[in-house]
C-alpha cells in the first residue's frame, strides 16, 4: 500500500509539473511575441523617422541646387539682354499701361450697370417684402380674429346651453316638487277621509249599539254613507284626471326641452 501510495503520489507530482511546465513554455513564448511585436514596432518606427528625415534632407539639397542654377541662369539672361529686347519690353508696357487704362474703364462701367442693377433688384425685392410682410399681418391678424370669434361663439353657446340645462333642471325640480307637495297632500286627504269614515262608522256604530237605533235611521245612514263613497270616487276621479293633465303637459314640456337639447348638442358636434 505505501509503495501504491507512493506511485500514485509520484505520478500526480509528475503530471502536475508536466502541465506547469507547458504554462509557463506557452507563457513564455506569450511573453517573447509581445517583446517581439514591441521591438518589431520600436524598430519600424525609428527606420520610418530615419528614412523620412533621409529623404526630406536630400529633397532640400536638391531645391537648394535648382534654385541656384534657376538663379544664376536668371542672372546671366539679365546681363546678355540686348538693345530689341529692351526695346520689345517697353512697347509692350506701354502697350500693357494702355490696356490697363482700357480695362479699368471696362471694369468701372461694368461695375457701374451692375450696382444699378443690383440696386433696381434690391428696391424690388424690398417692396415685394413689404407686400409680403402686410399680407402675412394681415392673415395673421384675420387668422387671430377669426379664432377669436369661433371660442367667442363656443363660448356663448356652451354658456347658452349651460343656462337651458339649469333652466331644465329648476323646472324639473319645481315640477317634482309639485307634484310631490300633490301627491303628499292628496294621500293626506286620502287618509283624512279615512280616518273620518272610520269614525263616522265607529260613531254610529257605537251610537247604534248603544241606543238601538231603528231601521230608519240605520236606512239614512247607509244612504248617506252610498252618498259619500260616490262623492268621494268622483273626487278621486277628478283628481287623477287633473294629475294626468298636468303630469302630460309637464312630459311634453321636458320632451320638448330634451328634444332643443339634442338639436342644440347635434349643431355644436357638426360645429
Not at 252610498?226 to 277628478?238: D, I, L, N, V
Given at each position: 500500500?505505501?509503495?501504491?501510495?507512493?506511485?500514485?503520489?509520484?505520478?500526480?507530482?509528475?503530471?502536475?509539473?508536466?502541465?506547469?511546465?507547458?504554462?509557463?513554455?506557452?507563457?513564455?513564448?506569450?511573453?517573447?511575441?509581445?517583446?517581439?511585436?514591441?521591438?518589431?514596432?520600436?524598430?519600424?518606427?525609428?527606420?520610418?523617422?530615419?528614412?523620412?528625415?533621409?529623404?526630406?534632407?536630400q529633397?532640400?539639397?536638391?531645391?537648394?541646387?535648382?534654385?541656384?542654377?534657376?538663379?544664376?541662369?536668371?542672372?546671366?539672361?539679365?546681363?546678355?539682354?540686348?538693345?530689341?529686347?529692351?526695346?520689345?519690353?517697353?512697347?509692350?508696357?506701354?502697350?500693357?499701361?494702355?490696356?490697363?487704362?482700357?480695362?479699368?474703364?471696362?471694369?468701372l462701367?461694368?461695375?457701374?450697370?451692375?450696382?444699378?442693377?443690383?440696386?433696381?433688384?434690391?428696391?424690388?425685392?424690398?417692396?415685394?417684402?413689404?407686400?409680403?410682410?402686410?399680407?402675412?399681418?394681415?392673415?395673421?391678424?384675420?387668422?387671430?380674429?377669426?379664432?377669436?370669434?369661433?371660442?367667442?361663439?363656443?363660448?356663448?353657446?356652451?354658456?347658452?346651453?349651460?343656462?337651458?340645462?339649469?333652466?331644465?333642471?329648476?323646472?324639473?325640480?319645481?315640477?317634482?316638487?309639485?307634484q310631490?307637495?300633490?301627491?303628499?297632500?292628496?294621500?293626506?286627504?286620502?287618509?283624512?277621509?279615512?280616518?273620518?269614515?272610520?269614525?263616522a262608522?265607529?260613531?254610529?256604530?257605537?251610537?247604534?249599539?248603544?241606543?238601538?237605533?231603528?231601521?230608519s235611521?240605520?236606512?239614512?245612514?247607509?244612504?248617506?254613507?252610498?252618498?259619500?263613497?260616490?262623492?268621494?270616487?268622483?273626487?278621486?276621479?277628478?283628481?287623477?284626471?287633473?294629475?294626468?293633465?298636468?303630469?302630460?303637459?309637464?312630459?311634453?314640456?321636458?320632451?320638448?326641452?330634451?328634444?332643443?337639447?339634442?338639436?342644440?348638442?347635434?349643431?355644436?358636434?357638426?360645429?
Amino acid at each position: 500500500q505505501a509503495m501504491w501510495r507512493q506511485h500514485v503520489h509520484r505520478s500526480i507530482y509528475i503530471r502536475l509539473h508536466a502541465n506547469t511546465v507547458i504554462v509557463q513554455s506557452v507563457f513564455r513564448m506569450a511573453r517573447c511575441r509581445i517583446n517581439m511585436k514591441e521591438q518589431y514596432h520600436h524598430a519600424t518606427a525609428i527606420q520610418c523617422m530615419f528614412r523620412g528625415r533621409r529623404v526630406r534632407q536630400q529633397q532640400r539639397e536638391r531645391m537648394l541646387a535648382a534654385c541656384a542654377i534657376q538663379s544664376f541662369w536668371r542672372k546671366y539672361m539679365m546681363m546678355n539682354l540686348s538693345a530689341s529686347i529692351l526695346q520689345a519690353w517697353a512697347r509692350q508696357c506701354k502697350e500693357s499701361a494702355r490696356y490697363k487704362k482700357m480695362h479699368r474703364g471696362f471694369v468701372l462701367l461694368q461695375a457701374e450697370t451692375r450696382s444699378k442693377a443690383q440696386r433696381h433688384n434690391f428696391k424690388v425685392a424690398i417692396q415685394s417684402v413689404i407686400v409680403i410682410q402686410a399680407m402675412w399681418r394681415q392673415h395673421v391678424h384675420r387668422s387671430i380674429y377669426i379664432r377669436l370669434h369661433a371660442n367667442t361663439v363656443i363660448v356663448q353657446s356652451v354658456f347658452r346651453m349651460a343656462r337651458c340645462r339649469i333652466n331644465m333642471k329648476e323646472q324639473y325640480h319645481h315640477a317634482t316638487a309639485i307634484q310631490c307637495m300633490f301627491r303628499g297632500r292628496r294621500v293626506r286627504q286620502q287618509q283624512r277621509e279615512r280616518m273620518l269614515a272610520a269614525c263616522a262608522i265607529q260613531s254610529f256604530w257605537r251610537k247604534y249599539m248603544m241606543m238601538n237605533l231603528s231601521a230608519s235611521i240605520l236606512q239614512a245612514w247607509a244612504r248617506q254613507c252610498k252618498e259619500s263613497a260616490r262623492y268621494k270616487k268622483m273626487h278621486r276621479g277628478f283628481v287623477l284626471l287633473q294629475a294626468e293633465t298636468r303630469s302630460k303637459a309637464q312630459r311634453h314640456n321636458f320632451k320638448v326641452a330634451i328634444q332643443s337639447v339634442i338639436v342644440i348638442q347635434a349643431m355644436w358636434r357638426q360645429h
